[in-house]
């Protein structure tokens, strides 16, 4: 027996064309789940879609900050699938802003796309989520509990990811649904390497330095989304998964 095997198991990933959704889709797919990716970069995903072993999974390229097409779309991707056992939420951004640069437009942006989207999109595939169970995991950040410079509006994001899936937890617990999230510290993703201590070397040295492991690797986080995808975890719901190197150790 393995408990953390995907066999029989459908799986929605967002974020799925690059970082840490690419890393989660195919070690999913490794581990036997049937998989539908989405992403709004369709080259990048058709990419992902190449570096799977199965071909029975599906892709959706989408944006998914667009409400009026995502209540019209996921209905019709969704049609000839029975059931969903796992959602993984990966899309997001990250921003950098010292606290003096605060504008309202900005933080409504990251909220739209951190917060919004992962919530909204969840109460679109509800009805199609097993009724003998399913999970359903928010990629959080560290910062939603460790403080940084000029990540207040990042963090605010991600602290209510965190918060959110922890009630989403306790709402639908009596139906099955497992909801955590993850919160990784600096992973090495497309995402990071425009990263402003990526730009200094000095810069890049002290912000390493705070990682007693190193900065991490998407397939660190993919491999924790598999064990909340599985049967493994079972008894694990309403919790957060912190994953940095000992960066918050300290």
């Known amino acids: 027996m393995n408990p953390f095997t995907l066999k029989g198991k459908t799986v929605l ?19 036997g789940a049937r998989l539908l990716i989405l992403g709004r970069n369709e080259e990048r995903l058709l990419g992902t879609l190449k570096k799977l072993s199965a071909n029975d999974h599906r892709t959706l390229t989408i944006d998914l ?46 909220l739209k796309v951190n917060v919004q989207t992962a919530f909204y999109l969840t109460k679109l595939v509800l009805t199609k989520l097993n009724k003998q169970g399913a999970s359903i995991i928010f990629i959080s ?70 990682y007693p492991l190193g900065f991490g690797n998407p397939e660190d986080i993919a491999y924790s989304c598999v064990y909340l995808l599985s049967d493994a975890s079972k008894w694990v719901t309403g919790t957060e998964i912190v994953i940095d190197g000992g960066y918050s150790a300290k």
Do not use: W
């Open 65 to 110: 900050t667009d409400f009026e097409s995502l209540e019209k779309e996921i209905p019709v991707f969704l049609k000839e699938v029975n059931s969903i056992e796992g959602i993984v939420h990966a899309a997001g951004i990250t921003s950098t802003y010292p606290f003096k640069l605060f504008k309202p437009t900005q933080l409504d942006t990251i």
């Open 13 to 31: 990933i967002t974020g799925a064309s690059s970082g840490i959704g690419e890393a989660t889709a195919i070690a999913c797919d490794q581990l």
């Open 141 to 210: 950040s560290i910062m939603a509990s460790v403080g940084e410079k000029a990540k207040t509006m990042y963090a605010m994001s991600k602290g209510a990811v965190s918060a959110g899936a922890k009630s989403l937890a306790i709402e639908y617990a009596s139906r099955n649904v497992r909801v955590n999230s993850i919160a990784p510290g600096i992973v090495n993703t497309p995402m990071t390497a425009n990263a402003t201590y990526k730009k200094n070397e000095t810069l890049h040295a002290e912000t390493l330095a705070q």
